[in-house]
């Protein structure tokens, strides 16, 4: 194992935490702080009593056989072992079967058929997670199970062994056992972290993306932060000031609530990458979703905390999460401050979703929303909340979601004076139909429908569609948000009709929107390519076949 994980292996396993905020004077961006255990593991004991009587003039050789029935008994039976009277699967055959109707899971190189202990599993739906894969991480941190009594019942459920070649060393895998249950109807990009598209059709299916299809983009395992003790601190450098609200404090605020898409700034990279390589998770077009937040504005916090209005050049919030890297540092950007304050930029701190407590995956119990922003800015597991001189020193600020020419390589790129991304460009997608599609011509003409999107507040006034390489246009109509321009965060559905000539067998369809800033989206991916493959937002083109 590597000292990486074996260092967050420590950390996750003992739940403490070292949490640094921004100390400017010394370039020390964060002091120590150690986490309580907010989670008590649960515990069992069991005690087995043995009766037994040993005969009064037994011989030694009795004795001796009744001591190896004793060890026999005594003995913990290890689930898991080989065995020969039983068939033999695939890993990929045990994987179809992660259904409450056929739900299989693996221990070492046993199968197990537990479909009817779903509904009796006292760890509730933790278990949902090991569907169609092995359990054996999830019992390296839950060692209640390594018992006699738990290794016999599982083996009651044995239905074969798992192939040979199939077999992993999950030795490292307890970082991730406790990551929240998904849709299977996401598009799984990677697994650890979790990152995960929502299909197409799910996209123009809402106008507010259902939470559990809401697309999922995760740096590192996903903490557990209980609500009821959750704080949030408050750092003002230069004035000594620290204040920590608990969650339930927040509700002096006035309430917000908005309409606001979060879109990664790696959305649509699949298609950059196919000018020439870039680095980065091969987003097609399933990187953002749309959502209703509610919660209290980040202003109206600063401004009880004591932050200065008027001094506003120059510095910066640093929003700062509870989820950790290997080497214990917390996940952490920040915006400029000024847009902190700009009561028309409506910087959030949401607690709710969709009308429900943030689910784990998005940030519950606290997170902030940066609408306009890419959601890199929009922090989960809100834990800190820093007034500095100076921009966030975390990687993940400092070493990406920066701007790069086309002309820019790996060699030469400075990420420290290249400027931060804190606003998206127009794009738009098409979302049905799907490329090398067969779409049925009716009375001369075709649909297309899809979303467009525009970044710092501004509306899309436009989308438009061509089937003939650009020669004409057809203009989209406009399912939106009522929301003002310059507060439109938002994303458009389109849906437009489309002529084809009758003798036309396949046509390639083009897509591309204008917002309130009359910007329009560029027509190749040549131009705007980048190292990292961000702002990805040349026209959509797709290719389908002709029925008529």
Known sequence: MSLRKLILRSLLQHNKLKYFPVVSQHHNYWKERDYEDKHRKSKRNFTITLFGSIL??????????????????????????KRPDLPTFRAEEVSKHNTMQSFWVVYRHGVYDVTTFLPSHPGGEQIYNAAGLSIEPFWNVYGMHKTKEIYNLLESYRIGNLHDEDIVDHSDEELWVREPCRDKRLIVKTAK?????????????HFDTPNELFYVRQHMPVPEVDAASHQVRVVVEGTGSVTTLPLQQLDQFPRATFRAALMCAGNRRSEMD?????????????????AVWSGVYLRDVLLHCGVDPEDVDGKHVILTGADVDATGHNFSTSIPLREALDASAHVLLATHMNGEPLPPDHGRPLRVIVPGAPAVRSVKWLECITVSDEESPSHWHKKDYRSFNPSTTWEDADFERAPPVYSLPVTSAICKPQDGDTVLVKDGFIEASGYAYSGGGAR?????????????WREAELQQD??????????TLWRARIPVPADCKQTELWVKATDSNFNTQPEHFEHIWNIRGILSNAYHRITVKLEH
Do not use: C, M
């Not at 972290?193 to 299916?205: D, G, K, M, S, V």
């Open 274 to 290: 196919k000018v020439k390589p870039v680095k980065g998770i091969s987003w097609a077009g399933g990187a953002i979703s749309n």
């Open 460 to 472: 899309v006034l436009r989308v438009d569609v061509s089937a003939d390489g650009g020669r004409s």
């Open 193 to 205: 972290p979790f990152n995960a598209e929502i299909p197409p059709e799910y996209q123009i299916a």
């Open 56 to 81: 009064v003039g037994s011989t030694i050789t009795d004795e001796k056989e009744r001591l190896r029935e004793k060890k026999k008994e005594e003995q913990v039976i290890e689930a898991g072992e």
């Open 482 to 491: 009522s929301a003002a321009a310059r507060a439109h965060y938002a994303w």
